[in-house]
């Protein structure tokens, strides 16, 4: 016979199955996290080194644009030696200007074959002997043309720690001639590596490829002397060893004694060829990096344990319950006992609930008397619990809900359709003094005995209802003035259009604006302001009809919408204007706005609508327009919108778009006006700007100028005429008929008032390498009126580089010869409307005469524009003008066609001055 196992063995079991499955589920549970931990600190690592590799990249793209521009200087001074008679002068003002334009570099050299220094953008250098230097003999064991030499790190004569970037020389049989040497500023190295260091636990190198450090940041003197290739392990060894342009690593590093997560890139810009190769490098701390999943470990590790320990706890508190179960079964008499103290004293407890809610709770049988009620619906509806009890439900509600009240019930008990029960909704109550307030009441059903029962749930939302009505006014109403405000205004316009396409009827849009409102604002302070529009906003309700809606649009401007005008357009043509006129008398009285009497005028766009109109947008957008057209033609007036202006802004509007579209895809071309001598000679030509539109043809320069002034673009115009102007003169100097001619650009107000306008012409002309005496800068004398200081000591910078003036259309503006004589300028230039009238009028000829004396007194070139005819080029040779440019020598073409005008001139001139 088989013994079944004791009791207490199979409880014991029981309870142990739920401590193996708990077990079980938390060790999952810490796989699980330690995996997902390790997922983390992993993307966290590759997210850092991404970083890293981002910040190395930038520094590899500054030092090889430095090299770049460096070759371009070098090869410029290559370019241009041959031609120096004076090597000392001429070669220290080229060295000096260049190394100025060049911020990375510290000096500049020139040295013979013998390694002495011929040229220098330091003085004190020229003279000495650098023939032991690394940058001379390199270069001058294995000279090869077109090659960059890269020296490693050495302190030089300056006493400073620099690198050098040298180029042999040759002579025109090939043979070595010298070499020409940048030296770089450690400096501007040192505060590029700043730009990488987005903590204290990041450092960044910069490194020659023979192992010796250039910059360092934080510095280290001590690291700066070695030589990291003499030192195992090295970073830069390992980056070499890689073979790859850029690397990623995480080891030990030597100058932090830490681990690192370190990016590496080779300097390799392109079309640079460089015998040796800089290596930058931006390292972090390891510990620094995973900081964050330090803490995120810690923390993941605390919660588990304290999940643990509550899943530990509710088990052990679960079985204790089970334990309980057991016994009170056990003991189910003394239960039963138990249970009915429990019950008594669960009923006193929710009874101590319903005496504290703050909601009210009333039960009603199913005559609708009042079964009880707690203290919180007493205070609510001012009664005494027994002046309710047994009484009808109905006392507590407005006259209509009482009446059928009643019927509510029977009908409910008789079919079962519900209209409250289990349906929370708004309502009315009715407290005893009789005051009507709004409530919240949720009723539902309960059977006790087999009566129905039913319970409600009350809340008293006063409060709330002011609420909502204070948000629905600041939704839809201004705060300062209590007119609808906008989104008012398109709801009703949206309704007013919608009705119209019904009925066929008309109404009116009327846009108004105060007329110098700002001047009020900015003497009287804004308070007086608002004081002003709550004034005009109170006379606009009283001159309108009470179907008319008034709403503030923003600022100082106010739209009306007048509805219901008739269905004959013209009569509401003449409705909508007699209602603007009676807005026009209403608004220009005068306000008395404390004890300040202020006048004010309104500018009124008006524009009527009928079922075909278009949307409110676009009915709003015609009205300001209106109101526009209404300001411009000299305010305190109405105006209709007109399609036509309309028209005329929206092709405004689409002329913009296709000039910002020229900038971007550089439609535009440069064509050539040669600028002759008094005896005949080709001295140049002005570069004037002009704009092939694929589809309107070529658009006139006085159409998109001023509109490229408006939109800011002209400075990137600008700067596009410069850059072609000076590879133009680079073109000229290789052909002899072109050589030596001068180019004039002129210059915009806004681009020579620009931030960073002397960087930008140093930068171009730095890398054209461009003869700065040829190119002349034409100013017009807008650009001469504000800031006159700062105009003079900008145009003196530029003159130091080489750089002439000519001040464009003399006369015509207003110039001061007070500032005129300080200007630093070579020529004047005649406008073309004095030329224009030359022949006919006197006065014309004396201004003439006048512009070129000035110009004589003050040691000035003169040329005179628009020069069409013989008699005009006679007069002017007569009053002693020493340039002509205009049709009578050559219309503006472009640059081909002007390189043949320039080989062809000798001929043309003698047959032009012969007729």
Known sequence: MRMSPPDHDSSAHRRSRPWLWLLLALAVGWAAAWTWLSSEREALRRHEGEKLAALVQTLDAIVGQQMIAIQGALQTVEAQRPGWRQPQQQGEAMLRTLARALPGVRALLVLDTQGQVLASSEPRLVGLDMSERPYYTTPRRRPQPGLLYVSPPFRSLLDERTVTLSRALFDAEHHFAGIVVAALNPAYFSLMLETAQPSAQTWSALAHQDGMLFALLPHDADWMSRNLLATPGSILEHHLASGQPASLQLMPAKLSQDLRLVAARTVQPAGLQADRQLIVAVGRSLPSVEGPWQRQRLSVGLVGVALSLFAAVALTLWQRRQRLIERLRRQQLRSERQAAAQLKAQAQHTQAILDHMVDGVITIDARGRIDSINPAACRMFGYAAAELLNQDVSLLMPQ????????????????????????????????????????????????????????????????????????????????????PNRRLLLDRLNQALASSRRNGRHGALLFIDLDNFKSLNDTMGHGMGDRMLQAVAQRLRAALRSEDTVARWGGDEFVVLLQDLGQERQRAHLHAEAAA???????????????????????????????????????????????????????????????????????????????????????????????????????????????????????????????????????????????????????????????????????????????????????????????????????????????????????????????????????????????????????????????????????????????????????????????????????????????????????????????????????????????
């Open 581 to 915: 006129e009676k807005l026009l008398r209403v608004l220009g009285q005068p306000y008395l706005i404390d004890q300040h009497n202020h006048h004010s005028t309104p500018s009124i766009g008006i524009v009527v609508w009928n079922d075909a109109s278009g949307g409110s947008e676009e009915l709003l957008k015609h009205a300001d327009h209106a109101m526009y057209e209404a300001k411009s033609a000299g305010r305190n007036r109405l105006a209709f919108f007109d399609p036509i202006s309309q028209a005329a802004m929206a092709e405004l509007i689409s002329l913009e778009a296709d000039l910002r579209q020229a900038v971007n895809y550089q439609q535009f071309e440069l064509y050539y006006q040669a600028q002759v001598s008094a005896d005949g000679r080709l001295l140049g030509a002005e570069a004037l700007l002009r704009w092939p539109h694929p589809s309107r043809g070529f658009v006139s320069p006085a159409q998109f100028i001023p509109l490229a002034e408006q939109t800011g673009t002209i400075n990137q115009i600008g700067e596009w005429v410069l850059q072609q102007a000076c590879a133009q003169l680079n073109a000229w100097a290789h052909e002899p008929a072109t050589a030596g001619l001068s180019l004039a650009v002129n210059l915009s107000a806004h681009q020579f008032r620009q931030k960073g306008f002397l960087s930008l012409m140093q930068q171009l002309l730095a890398r054209t390498g461009v003869p700065t005496e040829l190119l002349k800068l034409e100013l017009t004398e807008s650009a001469l009126v504000d800031d006159v200081e700062s105009v003079i000591g900008l145009m003196g910078e530029l003159r130091r580089l080489g750089l002439r003036f000519s001040l464009d259309d003399f006369g015509t503006g207003y110039s001061s010869l007070a500032y005129l004589k300080r200007l630093p300028l070579d020529q004047l230039k005649i406008d073309q409307s004095f030329v224009r009238d030359l022949v006919s009028e006197p006065n014309a000829r004396a201004i003439a005469h006048a512009v070129i004396q000035l110009g004589e007194s003050l040691g000035l070139a003169v040329i005179a524009e628009g020069v069409e005819t013989a008699e005009q080029r006679e007069l002017l040779i007569g009053l002693g003008c020493h340039a002509f440019q205009g049709y009578f020598h050559a219309r503006p073409m472009p640059a081909a066609a002007f390189a043949e005008l320039a080989r062809q001139w000798p001929t043309r001139a003698a047959d032009k001055l012969g007729q």
């Open 400 to 483: 209509g809900d009482a009446a059928r009240h009643d019927q509510y019930v029977s009908d409910y008990l008789r079919s079962g359709a519900a209209r409250i029960i289990g349906v929370g909704r708004d309502v009315d109550g009715r407290r005893k003094d009789g005051q009507i307030f709004p409530m919240s009441l949720a009723v539902s059903r309960i059977d006790r005995e087999g009566e129905p029962l039913f319970i409600g749930l009350t809340r008293d939302i006063t409060e709330r209802k002011r609420a909502e009505a204070a948000i629905e006014q600041l939704a839809f109403y201004d705060p300062l003035t209590g007119l």
